[in-house]
């Protein structure tokens, strides 16, 4: 009797626990909720969100060139975030037609909850609001900044985890209107191969206008936007990590246009998504054709 009663209650501790641990992931689930918003008015908020935002980033962003946890923590001036905007699409790829529908895709100031989308509704370049805190500098003063878009999931040429694909550089900006600054890239659509792929957005802090820029001091020789060296820009230009976000994005079929479009190889029963019947049947009606025309011409 002693034994089934010592049972229970070790039952009803081990439930207690359980219900313990749910009841804090709840919790860090409701701290990423907060910063799931385009308005953080308060400081308080915002610093909540600072520390979500520089965890996350520590804990999911394994990359050399980005700060260490503590030292982020210290550097971060802004949360920000993207609104991308893109409209209904139809296209063709290997005979069949496909359809796109219209979409709006928000990457919130905490990036733990950007959910991966296909990489057609990240076609256009986005809108980016930033959202500053009381440790930054007057604008006036100090308000300088470059901001990159970066792949680290990148296969070379193209890039690498440690020198990760270019996809967009603006600097020279007032850290609050993009335009205002100058494009050494231009933004470029995600194009990812059949692996998502994580896209980094930094936000640097500059202390001086960036004298003499040439984007092909960063970049290897593969071609303009391969292997950017984030390290080297980062530390010739005195640059500090001022705020980060990221999106990740999936291949889809309007990928595998772009690239027969740019002449590179996509096989049609691989690497298409829903292939339709046409497409399936469409070398076989071809072999047909050339061996009734051969028939003919023999009889």
């Not at 690239?259 to 096989?267: E, G, M």
Request: hydrophobic fraction near 40%; charge should be negative.
């Amino acid at each position: 009797m002693a034994a089934v009663l010592f049972s229970l209650s070790s039952l009803l501790l081990l439930c207690a626990a359980c219900i313990h641990l749910s009841a804090g992931d709840g919790d860090h689930d409701d701290d990423h909720d907060k910063c799931a918003t385009t308005t953080i008015g308060t400081a308080a908020l915002f610093q909540e969100c600072v520390d979500a935002v520089v965890h996350d980033f520590d804990e999911e962003t394994n990359y050399a060139f980005l700060p260490t946890e503590s030292d982020f923590k210290k550097s971060i001036e802004a949360l920000f975030y993207l609104q991308f905007e893109s409209s209904a699409l139809d296209f063709t790829v290997c005979n069949c037609k496909y359809s796109i529908n219209e979409s709006s895709t928000l990457s919130t100031p905490d990036p733990h909850d950007n959910a991966a989308v296909a990489a057609t509704n990240l076609r256009n370049k986005p809108a980016v609001t930033f959202i500053y805190g009381a440790n930054r500098n007057s604008p006036t003063t100090a308000g300088l900044y470059s901001f990159l878009m970066l792949d680290p999931s990148d296969s070379p040429p193209n890039g690498s985890p440690a020198r990760p694909g270019l996809h967009w550089l603006v600097y020279d900006f007032d850290g609050t209107t993009l335009s205002s600054g100058t494009a050494a890239q231009s933004y470029r659509r995600p194009a990812p191969d059949k692996a998502k792929h994580q896209y980094l957005f930094l936000l640097y802090k500059q202390n001086a206008f960036l004298q003499n820029f040439k984007l092909s001091d960063y970049v290897s020789s593969e071609c303009s936007h391969c292997s950017f060296n984030v390290t080297a820009f980062a530390t010739k230009n005195s640059l500090v990590l001022a705020g980060g976000n990221w999106q990740e994005a999936t291949y889809d079929n309007y990928v595998a246009k772009l690239r027969i479009d740019s002449k590179q190889s996509v096989d049609c029963k691989t690497d298409i998504k829903n292939l339709c019947s046409a497409a399936q049947t469409v070398n076989g009606f071809w072999i047909l054709v050339v061996f009734l025309l051969s028939s003919y011409y023999f009889i």
